[in-house]
């Protein structure tokens, strides 16, 4: 449809029929969906005509004509000859393949409001052969089968070259089928009927035979005597019926000059007990990957096309449900490790995948997923020399996405390797993989020989170079191993936790100023004891300068800390502790994880003498922390917290020595400290009303959202000195 033909062609306007009709129709105001708008009673006018076997559409708005407009606002043109239909819209000034469920006009799609003669009619009827009432849905049902029509030429055309390409594909091997049954699945049965007696037969599901049995046990597994095969035994009176997992197999084929093709297969066998020894199999091409000569892909998967509703062979990549037999997301299915048909590979002339390597790796490896192969070689091409080379643990390791190494373009492998033939025939010999390799390249830099048995042991404990750099200044590889080895023996850990435990050990040591060129140092006869003993010597560090940053900040807390000799006391349960100084508390604190660590609130009252700090330990037990106690000067008691900020149970049995202590306590005050005790138990109130007004909760352990004010109150133990304030004054 050309459209210079169409501007060309007579416009149609509006009659004065039309114009009378649009200015009777009168808008009536519409209320719905909570705004008000104008409906008309038509409002969509039509005319028809036919020019050079054109049909012309012309469409109006009441708001248009009524205003003595009779041009239209849009315009259909539909060539049924040529099966093609194009409008103009007049206000943009555009041609649009819009169909009209699109437009503007959509809303009178399914109103049948709209008007047009019955002269006009009856001529879109006999030019679109079509039985609709309605021209206007005549018209929309037109191209809507057009569109039809046209995407299914446009489909027919593409499944028909996919088809062509896939009729280019060889037919499967005559064995395929029993190659499949005997190789590809690889699950084996041996069934049997229940017998008292010691020895009987049973059925191979591999062999297909009955063959003599000892023992059986249902469901374990064992190795048939007749075939050797893995099996696994199956008890006619127990097993109704079994199908095994679904198994993947590739088989390659020449397809082509310089291209080949990867068919992906699903396997999987039904057994039922009452015909075991007819199984039922089901065998499922899924996929087919074509390779060109520059192992470029392009992939077909076996499933149902949208458009056809048959199934059939489509280009693409397979998708699946991300979340299966719950719908929504899909995600492409990736490649599972198959069996690999091997009689296939020795036939294909084909000399990209002479190139690959793939047919010296499928020898020593049964299990593989070729396409990641196949792309793995497009991105590294030298993984076909290390193959070829019978370097297949250095292949792998690249296979598996672990190593990245470096493989100059040389005629001599070695040196591509960067290191030499003598090293490479050693990596060789020992079926090397990328750490054997690292370890060759740094013996090579340092010429210096490393016995291959170290090698391999560094590989099995899966050390780098790079992980014992730290010490291989001071030690060579082999005292490492034997160190190594002599240390997870008496320790109990593994080598690579105690690598970690090493390098802590001599960072620390560096820490506290240890010369760790000392082999005493380096080389510690129990790592693991002298590692946790550095520990404790960090801290101390640790502790004494946060001491001497408190005293400074806070002058005479040591002081304070000596003059609190008259709190001490004891009976044969429990005894009151006094630290000698601020590193006192700080251990304490660290030790048994509570508040008097993590603030200094508690070292500024102790610098003010607002409250003290003491401990109360167990009798039996004088050195090992129990509880932390803040205390005024009067004996009063703040706050008893054990570890992690708790006040557990056993805090009551000791209320009666507290109160006892308490009470003796008050003939050692001085009127000095009863003064600081008025002091102090003004201010502590002061601070509880402002938490009860501000609301701080806290939600530790034992604790779900409550005042910390009530928490204060409920721990407090008043020393009961009445003549408090007298004695004060």
């Keep these: 449809m050309n459209k210079k033909e169409l501007r060309n062609m007579k416009l149609l306007e509006a009659t004065d029929e039309l114009i009378k009709l649009a200015k009777e129709d009168v808008p009536v105001r519409d209320k719905r969906y909570y705004t008000e708008q104008l409906i008309y009673q038509r409002g969509l006018y039509l005319r028809a005509e036919v020019e050079n076997n054109i049909l012309k559409v012309a469409f109006y708005l009441a708001e248009y004509l009524s205003r003595d407009c009779r041009k239209p606002v849009y315009t259909l043109y539909i060539d049924k000859k040529d099966d093609v239909f194009k409008g103009y819209d007049y206000r943009t000034k555009k041609w649009s393949d819009s169909m009209l469920d699109k437009t503007i006009f959509s809303k009178w799609l399914y109103q049948e409001n709209s008007y047009m003669k019955e002269a006009d009619t009856a001529l879109i009827q006999k030019y679109l052969e079509s039985e609709y009432d309605d021209a206007f849905y005549a018209l929309y049902v037109y191209q809507r089968e057009q569109r039809h029509r046209r995407l299914g030429m446009k489909y027919e055309k593409i499944l028909t070259s996919w088809d062509r390409c896939m009729d280019r594909l060889p037919k499967i091997p005559k064995d395929w089928m029993r190659w499949q049954k005997k190789v590809g699945i690889t699950q084996n049965f041996i069934f049997y009927h229940y017998s008292r007696r010691k020895d009987q037969t049973g059925y191979c599901s591999w062999c297909e035979s009955e063959v003599p049995i000892s023992h059986p046990h249902h469901n374990a597994v064992g190795h048939c005597p007749k075939c050797r095969h893995q099996i696994q035994y199956k008890a006619l009176g127990r097993a109704k019926s079994i199908k095994t997992k ?109 190139k690959t390597g793939f047919h010296e790796y499928a020898k020593v490896k049964r299990f593989l997923d070729p396409v990641s192969f196949f792309e793995m070689v497009r991105e590294r091409p030298y993984l076909e020399r290390l193959i070829k080379a019978g370097l297949y643990h250095l292949a792998e390791d690249i296979m598996d996405n672990k190593a990245q190494i470096y493989c100059e373009d040389s005629g001599d492998l070695g040196k591509a390797l960067g290191i030499d033939r003598f090293r490479l025939k050693r990596l060789r010999t020992n079926n090397g993989g990328e750490i054997f390799l690292q370890w060759l390249l740094l013996e090579k830099a340092q010429n210096k020989l490393i016995r291959d048995d170290v090698i391999s042991w560094m590989c099995r404990e899966k050390l780098k170079p790079a992980d014992l750099m730290f010490i291989m200044d001071r030690m060579a590889p082999l005292q490492i191993k034997n160190y190594l080895e002599k240390q997870a023996a008496e320790s109990g850990e593994s080598v690579k936790d105690l690598i970690k435990t090493w390098k802590d050990y001599l960072n620390m040591a560096i820490r506290v100023g240890v010369n760790v060129q000392d082999s005493v140092i380096y080389r510690a006869r129990k790592l693991m004891q002298r590692h946790n003993e550095m520990i404790k010597e960090i801290e101390a560090k640790d502790l004494i300068l946060r001491a001497g940053e408190l005293e400074k900040k806070y002058p005479g807390l040591n002081r304070i800390c000596r003059d609190l000799k008259k709190y001490e006391y004891a009976d044969k349960e429990y005894q009151i502790v006094v630290p000698e100084k601020v590193d006192d508390i700080l251990y304490e604190a660290k030790l048994m994880h509570h508040c008097v660590n993590n603030t200094e609130t508690y070292y500024e009252r102790m610098s003010q003498q607002e409250s003290y700090i003491l401990f109360l330990r167990k009798a039996e037990q004088p050195t090992e922390a129990y509880y932390t106690l803040e205390v005024e000067p009067d004996g009063t008691i703040r706050q008893t917290r054990t570890f992690y900020n708790q006040q557990n149970e056993d805090i009551e049995l000791a209320r009666d020595f507290l109160v006892k202590w308490q009470k003796q306590l008050k003939k050692k005050l001085a009127k000095e400290d009863y003064k600081l005790a008025v002091k102090s138990q003004s201010l502590r109130k002061k601070e509880i009303d402002e938490l009860r007004s501000k609301g701080v909760r806290v939600n530790g352990i034992g604790y779900c959202n409550k005042l910390l004010a009530e928490i204060l109150e409920e721990d407090l133990m008043e020393a009961g000195n009445r003549e408090l304030e007298e004695q004060a004054a």
Aim: aromatic letters at 18%; glycine letters at 10%.
């Design 246 to 354: 679904k198994e993947t197999a590739y088989l390659l084929q020449t397809c082509g000059k310089n291209v080949f093709v990867l068919r992906e297969f699903q396997l999987q066998m039904l057994i039922v007990s009452s015909s075991y020894k007819k199984p039922v199999y089901s065998f499922f091409e899924r996929r087919r990957i074509l390779y060109d000569e520059k192992l470029n892909t392009e992939e077909y998967y076996f499933g149902r096309h949208h458009w056809t509703k048959e199934n059939c062979w489509i280009q693409g990549k397979l998708q699946v449900p991300l979340y299966p037999g719950y719908g929504g997301y899909m995600t492409y299915e990736g490649y599972d490790m198959g069996n690999i048909y091997g009689k296939s590979l020795h036939g294909i002339k084909n000399r990209t995948f002479r």
